[in-house]
């Protein structure tokens, strides 16, 4: 047994690629006293990595993950264990060719260059033992490569070792952990203890089980990846090496092939999803392989058998190869397929780097170490934040249901819209019976089902007619109705009623809330009870860390309201500010208030009936906030507006949302007013608006001038990011959010297509903007402006490109389409005086 000692900087948990990358940034970054513990023996102390088929394609239609996967190959080539050798993701339908387009575009989105769609003539030459007469095309990407991934850990650990910032111990089990007040106190090992500051669970399918052990989670399980491995292949022989054939990945069938030294690997993506609970993992001692390594099931295997027949036959059909290895391998799955990264809400110092893959394991140990010792990583990681769960999301049901619902989609056709079809109907607002009455078609955010559109509304479709934008290609019509144009319309004519009950809620409030929420946000705070303040939350780089609005309610009493998806990240965010002294205190009422939005010309009139209060312009101002009786409902009404109307939210406590609505419903119906979904609410709404989306527009790698969100002036009061903030206004800006109009829709066969989001924005030449931080120009969102009948989509241009008029090209699946400049910084397209709003 190693010696370790008795206190630590971090103690870090697990010696996979994981572990390994955390060590080596962590010390780079100047942390000392780290200790890093495995249970098992190094160099493979036998978790996934040890069994992993090592290989990387660099493109993903993640920005985030695309970006750690390319920082990791960065890494894996200095240290020297990448070997490049192509990857082809092979099609055999047609619906495969578009995905692949799309692949192209995402690749383009992100920088990621040498990438080509090809032929099944050209998949022959680079890869000669396929049969090229099963596929009808592929998407080609020069950048694929393996890596040795045990090496390139020692490597690490050596690294940190050499600066003398590490102690490795092997063979070392933590058999608990003590968290002292909230915060991590001491790990148990049986070794002894260890005092320390940070801990860093990087324990892959093991990692729910460490976290327990301090009261936390990480919504993860463990699931098979069937993997074998036969050969040696007479085609083979020769091999010098590791790998001198192209990567296949056959996109239809879930499955990889991969030349591994003499033999082939076969991986596959398609067999029964097959779950585990981390307690079901053996002990090293007791693993007939290694812990995550199960004895191979064949029957999941057969139908993959046939098919890499199929592709292959020349090695899978030849009897002389033979079966040298076959496992049902171990990783790490997520309800939501991505990583699971950041401190845990519940224990302060305790850091999860879990559901990480051998492609972006630098990347993310990277960028976690720089968000651990720095506050922030220089890579915007908010998709993977281990707070963006709320608690429902990490029941082992829901977990279970998603993960099964999603092991086939690792390779699948994902739509940007698709929803999940597992483990619904969890959150429902109290207008829900309603809204199924009126053909609500819903969709799910965190858990609420939240109306899209209402089938209510398809008589709309006739009174709009073309106005709608009828869309005729099936990938932009699925997951979309014309009736969410229609809404539209109809709100900006009338009237609509929008269910935001999905807002995340929660009230700052003691002596020192005001010093506390000046701290976090951009925006002046000491403001009048009763006004409203949107501002955008900055990290210390001046980047996003959110953007939400702030009702003073008296003179120690805010309401922080915030989008659902973002909500908890947003909790933890603000909690952790709270003052040390307690002199103010943050409650969560997201479960305890329901919120209807109610907007359009006749919203005014229709609210005047149902309440006594003074609603008028002068009586009830743009901005603020207050309570009013309605009916027997006592509502705090704010008014402010994501869709650019006259209108208000109406704030109640849950249980009497269902009167509300009522009775909004009651005083709407006379003026033709519509229930409107979250399609026109966070789409077409804000689109034509020029309002931002945190996550979308708004993310720490863009700055405040550059999102065209600067107030005139800066308040005097200390905030969270103001240095930087105060430089960014001194600079011209790198890049400047604009809005662009689609000209001329029609595809290469005549039908009309609409952009959907992420695509490139190029030159007319077909070349790549690039501002002077290296940022591509792409997409951010996209969607249709009804009102103003065009299609629109918001993009970050080179202040060269950001000028009305100038005249681009959006990359859309294969195919180029004219656009230009319609707008620049916040300046709305759709009633650019705000005179609905102010009316
Ligand atoms: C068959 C197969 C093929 C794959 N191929 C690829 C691929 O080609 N490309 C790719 O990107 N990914 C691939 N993966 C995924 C990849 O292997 C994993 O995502 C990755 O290895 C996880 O790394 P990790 O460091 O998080 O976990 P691990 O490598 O599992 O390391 C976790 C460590 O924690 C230690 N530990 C656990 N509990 C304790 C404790 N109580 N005390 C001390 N130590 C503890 C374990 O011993 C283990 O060493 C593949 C996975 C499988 C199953």
């Known amino acids: 047994m190693s010696a370790l000692p008795s206190t630590a900087k971090a103690v870090i948990i697990g010696a996979g690629i994981v572990g390994n990358s955390m060590a080596y940034h962590l010390a780079q970054l100047g942390w000392t006293n780290l200790v890093q513990i495995d249970k098992g023996p190094l160099p493979n102390p036998g978790g996934s990595t040890g069994h992993a088929s090592n290989f990387i394609f660099p493109v993903d239609h993640s920005k985030e993950m695309a970006a750690l996967t390319f920082d990791s190959v960065a890494q894996y080539k200095a240290l020297g264990v990448f070997t490049e050798c192509g990857g082809i993701e092979v099609a055999r339908t047609q619906e ?166 003499t033999g082939l690997e076969i991986g596959s993506y398609a067999h029964r999803p097959i779950l585990y609970d981390p307690e079901d993992l053996p002990s090293v001692e007791e693993a007939s392989l290694s812990p995550t390594e199960f004895p191979f099931t064949p029957d999941d295997f057969e139908i993959q058998l046939e098919q890499s027949l199929e592709l292959m036959p020349e090695i899978v059909g030849d009897e002389t190869v033979g079966q040298k290895y076959a ?120 858990g609420w089902e939240r109306p899209q559109w209402y089938g209510s509304n398809e008589s709309l479709l006739a009174e709009y007619g073309d106005r709608v934008m009828p869309r005729t290609a099936e990938w932009e019509s699925r997951w979309w109705s014309p009736i969410i144009n229609a809404e539209h319309l109809a709100l900006r004519d009338r009237a609509g009623i929008v269910d935001l009950t999905a807002f995340a809620i929660f009230d700052v409030v003691g002596p020192g809330a005001l010093d506390a929420l000046q701290r976090i946000a951009l925006r002046q705070m000491d403001v009048n009870v009763g006004k409203v303040v949107y501002t955008p939350v900055l990290g ?66 229709i609210v005047s009936d149902v309440t006594s209060a003074d609603l008028s312009h002068a009586g009830f101002g743009f901005g603020t906030c207050r309570r009013v009786e309605m009916g027997p409902l006592e509502v705090l009404a704010s008014r402010i507006s994501y869709v650019g109307e006259l209108g208000w939210e109406l704030y109640v406590p849950m249980e009497q949302g269902a009167r509300l609505w009522d009775l909004l419903w009651e005083a709407a119906t006379p003026h033709d007013a519509v229930p409107v979904g979250i399609g026109v609410y966070a789409s077409t709404g804000r689109l034509e608006k020029g309002y931002r989306a945190y996550g979308a527009e708004l993310e720490s790698e863009f700055t405040v001038v550059e999102a ?123 009633d650019p005086k705000n005179e609905r709003i102010l009316s």
């Not at 490597?155 to 909230?182: F, I, P, S, W």
Request: charged share 25%; proline share 5%.
């Open 540 to 605: 210390e780089n001046g980047g996003f860390k959110s953007d939400l609005t702030i009702m003073r309610l008296g003179d120690e009493h805010f309401r922080v309201v915030t989008g659902g998806a973002h909500g908890m990240a947003d909790k933890k965010w603000f909690a952790d500010r709270m003052p040390s002294d307690g002199s103010a205190v943050l409650t969560d009422l997201t479960s305890a208030l329901t919120t209807i939005g109610i907007w359009g010309p006749r919203a005014r009139d």
């Open 708 to 830: 065209g969100m600067s107030p005139p002036k800066v308040k005097s009061a200390d905030f969270i990011g103001k240095e930087a903030y105060l430089r960014h206004r001194d600079e011209d800006p790198a890049a400047i959010l604009c809005t662009l109009t689609v000209d001329d829709h029609k595809g290469p066969d005549g039908q009309l297509r609409y952009m959907m989001g992420g695509e490139p924005i190029v030159a007319k030449d077909g070349s790549a903007l690039v501002d002077s931080h290296g940022r591509r120009s792409y997409v951010t969102s996209a969607g249709s402006g009804p009102s103003v009948g065009k299609h629109l989509l918001m993009s970050y241009l080179p202040p060269e490109q950001a000028v009305v008029g100038c005249e681009l090209m959006v990359d859309y699946l294969g195919h180029s389409y004219p656009v230009s400049v319609a707008t620049v910084d916040a300046q709305p397209l759709f």
């Open 327 to 446: 496992i049902n391998g171990l990783l790490s799955l997520t309800p939501d397929g991505m990583p699971v990264l950041g401190e845990a809400p519940e224990v302060k110092g305790l850091w999860s780097v879990a559901a990480v893959w051998i492609k972006e394991g630098p990347g993310i140990g990277r960028a976690v170490s720089e968000w651990m010792v720095l506050g922030q990583s220089e890579i915007d990681l908010h998709a993977s934040d281990i707070a963006r769960f709320y608690d429902h999301q990490k029941t082992r049901e829901h977990i279970k249901q998603r993960t099964a619902e999603g092991f086939n989609k690792t390779y699948g056709i994902v739509h940007p819209s698709e929803q999940w079809a597992s483990n619904r109907g969890v959150r429902v607002s109290p207008y829900y019976s309603r809204q199924k009455e009126l053909g609500a078609q819903f969709y799910e955010a965190v």
């Open 96 to 261: 495969r060719m578009q995905e692949l387009q799309r692949r192209m575009t995402s690749a383009k989105s992100w920088g990621i260059g040498d990438v080509s769609i090809v032929s099944p003539a050209e998949v022959k030459e680079l890869v000669p033992y396929i049969d090229e007469s099963v596929i009808v095309g592929g998407f080609y990407t020069k950048g694929v490569g393996v890596v040795d991934s045990l090496r390139a850990g020692t490597l690490m650990r050596e690294k940190a070792q050499e600066m003398g910032a590490l102690t490795v111990g092997a063979n070392v089990e933590v058999t608990g952990m003590t968290v002292d007040d909230g915060r991590i106190k001491t790990v148990h090992t049986n070794s002894g203890d260890i005092d320390t500051e940070y801990v860093v669970i990087a324990c892959g399918v093991w990692s729910p089980h460490l976290a327990e052990m301090a009261g936390a989670k990480i919504p993860l399980t463990p699931a098979v990846h069937q993997m074998m491995d036969i050969g040696p292949a007479p085609r083979f022989a020769d091999a010098k090496g590791d790998i001198e054939f192209p990567i296949v990945r056959d996109m239809d069938t879930n499955m990889y092939e991969r030349q591994h030294g």
